[in-house]
C-alpha cells in the first residue's frame, strides 16, 4: 500500500517525509540554540547580563503573544485580565519598586535558581533536567490565583535567570548570584517602565 500523500501547489510530500523534514528541522533548531547557549558562556560579563535581558524579553514576547491574543478574542475588554501586579503597584509604587528592584532579585536568585538548582544536582548532573527544573520552579513561583498567563511570562525570565546561574556558578556561587540578581532586577526595572507606561 502507497503512502497517503499530500499535495501543496507544486509539491507532494509523503507523511514519512514530513516526518522526516519535521525531525530535521527540530535538530537543526536544537543544535543552533545549544550553539548559542554555549558560546554566552565565553561572554565578558557585561555582555552576558544585557543580551541575556534582551533574550529573555524577545522569549517573553515569543511566548506571551499567542496566548494574550487567545486570552483578548475570548474576554474581549483586556481590563478583565489585566495583570493584577499592576494594580498593586498602583497602590504603592515606591515600595514596589524597592521590591522588585531590590528585594526580589536576590531572594528569588536564592529561592528561584540556587535551591532547585542545588537539590537537582544532589540526584543527577545532567544539565538540562537542571536548567528544566529551574526554569518551571520559578515560573511556578509566580502563579497569582492560578493564572497561566504569568506562567507563560515567567518562563523564559526563569530558563534565563537559571541559564546564568548555571553559567556563573563555574566561577563561583556569588558570581552566580550577582550576576542572576543584576539581570533580574534589570529585567524588572524594564517591567515596572512598561507598566508605568
Same mark, same amino acid.
Given at each position: 500500500?502507497?503512502?497517503?500523500?499530500?499535495?501543496?501547489?507544486?509539491?507532494?510530500?509523503?507523511?514519512?517525509?514530513? /516526518?522526516?523534514?519535521?525531525?530535521?528541522?527540530?535538530?537543526?533548531?536544537?543544535? =543552533?540554540?545549544? #550553539?548559542?547557549?554555549?558560546?554566552?558562556?565565553?561572554?565578558?560579563?557585561? #555582555?552576558?547580563?544585557?543580551?541575556?535581558?534582551?533574550?529573555?524579553?524577545?522569549?517573553?514576547?515569543?511566548?506571551?503573544?499567542?496566548?494574550?491574543?487567545?486570552?483578548?478574542?475570548?474576554?474581549?475588554?483586556?481590563?478583565?485580565?489585566?495583570?493584577?501586579?499592576?494594580?498593586?503597584?498602583?497602590?504603592?509604587?515606591?515600595?514596589?519598586?524597592?521590591?522588585?528592584?531590590?528585594?526580589?532579585?536576590?531572594?528569588?536568585?536564592?529561592?528561584?535558581? /540556587?535551591?532547585?538548582?542545588?537539590?537537582? #544536582?544532589?540526584?543527577?548532573? =545532567?544539565?538540562?533536567?537542571?536548567?528544566?527544573?529551574?526554569?518551571?520552579?520559578?515560573?511556578?513561583?509566580?502563579?497569582?490565583?492560578?493564572?497561566?498567563?504569568?506562567?507563560?511570562?515567567?518562563?523564559?525570565?526563569?530558563?534565563?535567570?537559571? /541559564?546564568?546561574?548555571?553559567?556563573?556558578?563555574?566561577?563561583?556561587?556569588?558570581?552566580?548570584?550577582?550576576?542572576?540578581?543584576?539581570?533580574?532586577?534589570?529585567?524588572?526595572?524594564?517591567?515596572?517602565?512598561?507598566?508605568?507606561?
Amino acid at each position: 500500500m502507497e503512502p497517503q500523500l499530500i499535495s501543496s501547489q507544486n509539491h507532494r510530500f509523503s507523511a514519512p517525509r514530513l /516526518w522526516e523534514i519535521t525531525k530535521q528541522m527540530t535538530y537543526l533548531f536544537v543544535s =543552533c540554540w545549544h #550553539r548559542y547557549l554555549t558560546t554566552t558562556r565565553s561572554y565578558p560579563v557585561i #555582555r552576558f547580563i544585557l543580551e541575556m535581558i534582551l533574550l529573555a524579553w524577545f522569549l517573553k514576547i515569543v511566548m506571551t503573544l499567542p496566548v494574550s491574543l487567545m486570552v483578548l478574542l475570548i474576554y474581549g475588554d483586556p481590563a478583565v485580565w489585566q495583570n493584577p501586579q499592576q494594580a498593586d503597584f498602583a497602590l504603592r509604587p515606591v515600595a514596589n519598586a524597592i521590591l522588585a528592584l531590590a528585594v526580589a532579585p536576590i531572594l528569588e536568585t536564592i529561592i528561584g535558581q /540556587w535551591a532547585p538548582i542545588a537539590a537537582v #544536582r544532589q540526584w543527577t548532573q =545532567c544539565q538540562p533536567l537542571v536548567l528544566a527544573t529551574a526554569t518551571l520552579f520559578f515560573a511556578g513561583l509566580h502563579l497569582f490565583s492560578w493564572d497561566v498567563t504569568i506562567f507563560f511570562a515567567t518562563l523564559p525570565v526563569g530558563f534565563v535567570l537559571a /541559564w546564568s546561574f548555571l553559567v556563573w556558578h563555574r566561577q563561583s556561587r556569588t558570581h552566580a548570584v550577582g550576576v542572576t540578581a543584576v539581570i533580574h532586577a534589570l529585567h524588572n526595572a524594564i517591567a515596572l517602565l512598561l507598566m508605568a507606561w
